[in-house]
């Protein structure tokens, strides 16, 4: 017994002391502006004891010594030491500085823009922000209070969201994760159902606008959006989320992260599950998000970083859009009525259904070679797989197979019953869908060395080689014994199909890009200047399973070689005011759709042109700490742009017109402010006035999809039409007011107007009076959206916990956000799909 009181002894001596030898240190980060940073890293200097600051830029930390530094970093602005001890524990305001150096190897890497240095019109959303605003919304919504951004749902389904940026559409933004591409590269498009995790483990978003900073051989017209993931930045620890909304809406998942180890390795894994109904009727949708890091810090001159990203997805899709009439008449649906699903035997179907994942693996190499030079390379690869579900036959869309009036769901049980009634006739309408996978390579690599102290250059390669597989596929005869297959091009008809039986189309895409890109800065003092240039050399080809034979199925390659240099300077006039301008030429290869003479073709199109682009910008500066502001005025013009659009011929059989010649002309202005009166609130502003206009008259050669003959040849009458499918003019107004130590508020007014219905410019012949006389098309009425959240932090059981409340378009305004012109470009002909009205969600976070 003796022994054991002694033992006893022993060990509270070893625990008091220690106890006693910790110490727990508070504080608040904050920038120069006093503007809290989120997510911002502190560690216990020489340990991996660290916590990052909470979404008011507070921490916490409980270090193991009673004295000792802190360090405290924050991706764009410099790391700063701070001292502490038992007597000096509550810290303060930390204040960190942007970082002007761009010596950090995650700026090289992923082309992140440095404010006062990087002269390009720049916003950078912090985690935070995404984590106290996205609600259940579209990941691209979070973007919508950024100047010259336009972000809808589209169609309302989960991952269908499109982004306009300067009245560019995805397919002329780059989209990066982590520096690296993800546009697809036959068609420019973003799907952003398949990054529907990254809200989870996004350390920061930048968007820039214009020509940007983004060091790729091919440069983007309307902008970039970069998103940094987690790192080894990400401390250890983790968190659970769960979350729940409007119409079903469920997500739970977790993230974890070892942080850096003494052996140099840090992991961070986040998964989670998100479902729901959808706020459009018939809109279900299930996904899985996943990420993965592995990053190991070799030594002080090598790390190395393993990527893994993807969501397994499946969503309904409201496909076909209505006139406003059709939508009013619906007394069950509304704008909220969707044509696109039924139920069959009592559970929901769809005629319009998505499922894909494509996710993306990427192995990064960060080599310090010496403290001039850096270089910095990613070796990456993507595996798609999924497709769309399409139908086959007219009775989907006939009003006499719904369960009741016009607005009420399609009933399936009826085709299908016909369909089995039908025997050996076979099925008339069926389920098909259109399949693609692809195989997509590619290689990174960015060197960049300190010729002086005044003089930067740096330069790399851009690679990539994609094979993408298309093809259409029966995938349900709903009851019938086969489908004739009666289809109008002669080389695919006259089949009686089999579920799993292909049709319509067959053919892979090849597409590889190289390039060359090279960068010199000068900085110096207030000054910084650059000039870069690029060169690539894009190749397409295409191979045809379907309308060709073994002999003549594949077609040549074509090569077009593109190019671009564009300049810019940036000048502090003092430590409050900048000023900036950038200018930029590029030549840019056509797309990979706009180079054959059709889908059902491997004829290369004779008249595919590099579209051209000239850019011009200025901006201004202002920053104090209790106000900011930004000033930009750009001008882009995009010289021959190629278009091309497939239609059903005047008789049934199946037309293209290729459109060259497209001019467009976009300028504008933009403003943006942050004005911190108090400590306790901040009102955030801006002004995106935009003036986009088709500059030129343009030509079409018409073809006959079958036979190839040239059917006609016409002048398209674009010249001063609106550039349309993005709201010209957008405002944005925003108050945040913390309440409490760890609870605030905060609302956020959107304004959209000059928003112009998609047009067809193939009908704009001088055929029809409206368009002789240059009418443009419809016009959108303008809508005033508003949006509330409250976030209040607290503790479970001593855990640092966050409640979040969001309610998006608080007033349940009824507004159009996306249209399609009509035949008389009035509001009776327009389709449109109406956007969401009030939607809602509650989330909880548990850090631990």
Partial sequence: MKNFKNLLFVAMFFITATVLGQTKITGTIVDETNQSLPGASVLEKGTTNGVSADFDGKFSLTAKSSSGTLVISFIGYKSREVSFSAANSKLGSIKLEEDNSLDEIIVTATSFAID??????????????????????????????????????????????????????????????????????????????????????????????????????????????????????????????????????????????????????????????????GYVDGLQFSGVNYFLNVSNQVNENHKLSFNAIGTIQEHGQRFNRRTIAEYKATEQGGKRFNPDWGYRNGKVENSSFNFYHKPQISLNHDWTISDKTYLTTSVYASFGSGGGRRTQGTKFSSDSYRLGDIDQPINFDQIVAENIASGANGATDIFAASKNSHEWYGVLSTLKTDLSETLTLSGGIDARSYVGSHWYEVTDLLGGQYFYNDDLKEKTGGQALKVGDKFNKDYDGKVGRYGLFAQLEYSKDDLSVFFSTSVSNSVYSKVDRMSYGAEDRESESASFIGYSTKGGANYNLDEKQKVFANIGYFSRAPIFDNVFDSDYSVELYDGALNEKVFSLELGYGFKTQVFSANVNLYNTSWIDRFMTFSLPGADGEFITSNVTGLDALHQGIEVDFLFRPMDKLAITGMASLGNWRWKDDASANTFNDTTGELISSETIYAKDLKVSDAAQTTFAFGLKYDLLGKTSISLDYNYAGDNYATMNVTGRTADSPEEADRTNTWKLPNYHLFDLGLRHGFEIAGLNSTLSANMNNIFDVEYISDANNGSNSSYDTAQVYYGAGRTFSLGLKVKF
């Fill in 116 to 277: 006062r240095k990087t002269p390009v019109a720049v916003s950078t959303i912090r985690a935070a922000d995404i984590e106290a605003k996205l609600s259940n919304q579209e990941f691209p919504e979070i973007l919508k209070s950024t100047p010259g951004v336009y972000a809808t749902k589209s169609g309302g389904g989960y991952g269908d969201g499109e982004i306009n940026l300067r009245g560019f559409r995805t397919q002329n933004i780059a989209v990066m994760i982590n520096g690296i591409p993800v546009n697809d590269m036959e068609n420019g498009a973003v799907y952003w159902s398949n990054w529907a995790g990254l809200s989870d483990v996004t350390s920061a978003m930048q968007v820039q606008r214009g020509l940007g900073a983004s060091k790729v051989a091919v440069p983007s017209i309307g902008g970039t959006i970069n998103i940094i993931s987690k790192s080894t930045d990400a401390l250890k620890g983790g968190s659970i989320v769960m979350s729940t909304g409007n119409d079903g809406y469920q997500k739970y998942g977790m993230t974890l992260s070892t942080g850096l180890m003494d052996n140099g390795f840090a992991v961070t894994a986040s998964a989670s599950k998100v479902s729901g109904e």
